[in-house]
């Protein structure tokens, strides 16, 4: 079975500096994608990154990056340059190809002070 | 120019009620899906449909109906609802998937459902 664990139920970091946000993931299927969601105050889920299990370099996405260490059964999300609008709830989730769901982990706070 | 767009964004409704959410998405996508959000923010999957066909259909009690008129849309019925199902209920849709991995999933902007 799948399973995303979110070990940081809230993160508190200064404006400008990088933050981690720290995934596992468990499944001993080969083909899957890892996802991070951002979800701000106002409710709304916002992709953000994707990695898929076969992928031989890192995702990023603008200030976004994703640190990938299979071995490990990690996926970190790393923002650098925090800003004050990055303060929202971050979400860690996993799909197995073809299972056609997301399953997601319980979510970190992260809260950015100026 | 809204992606997945479900109605209402807040409903309130009394126990025992039987109420609907709506769900519409312009980009294309052969698979859809209800998530529900519990009051720990914790997102579950409920259903899943690919091309109108049911996918999924993760433990959900039988008072909550999907239903896909056509693969733009899915729409969630509750019956005879009861507190429990005070959540936000999320819609999203994906497209095909990447090569050799899955896919993202788009959200609508959700809807809080409140059972009093």
Redesign the interface.
């Known amino acids: 079975a799948q399973k995303i664990t979110q070990t940081q139920p809230g993160m508190f970091v200064q404006e400008k500096e990088a933050v981690t946000l720290d995934c596992t993931y468990d499944t001993s299927d080969p083909s899957y994608g890892l996802f991070w969601y951002k979800q701000p105050s106002s409710g709304e889920m916002i992709f953000l990154i994707y990695q898929g299990s076969y992928d031989q370099q890192n995702a990023t996405e603008g200030r976004y990056s994703l640190n990938f260490q299979k071995a490990r059964k990690s996926a970190n999300l790393v923002i650098s340059a925090s800003q004050l609008g990055d303060s929202a709830m971050y979400f860690c989730a996993m799909s197995l190809r073809g299972a056609q769901k997301l399953v997601f982990g319980q979510g970190t706070r992260l809260t950015i002070n100026p | 120019d809204t992606a997945v767009s479900q109605t209402p964004k807040y409903l309130v409704t009394q126990m025992g009620n039987d109420k609907s959410i709506k769900c519409e998405q312009n980009l294309g996508h052969d698979?859809m899906?209800w998530?529900k959000q519990d009051s720990?923010?914790?997102?579950?999957?409920m259903f899943?449909y690919?091309n109108k066909e049911l996918?999924?259909n993760?433990t959900v009690p039988n008072r909550f109906s999907p239903k896909s008129p056509d693969k733009a849309h899915l729409n969630l019925h509750i019956n005879s609802l009861e507190l429990g199902d005070s959540a936000?209920y999320?819609c999203?849709s994906?497209p095909p998937?990447?090569t050799?991995?899955?896919?993202?999933?788009?959200?609508g902007?959700?809807t809080?459902l409140t059972v009093v």
Do not use: P
Request: hydrophobic share 35%; charged share 25%; net charge positive.
């Open positions: 698979t899906y998530y720990k923010k914790f997102l579950k999957i899943s690919n996918i999924i993760e936000v999320f999203a994906s998937g990447r050799g991995g899955s896919t993202e999933a788009f959200f902007q959700g809080r």
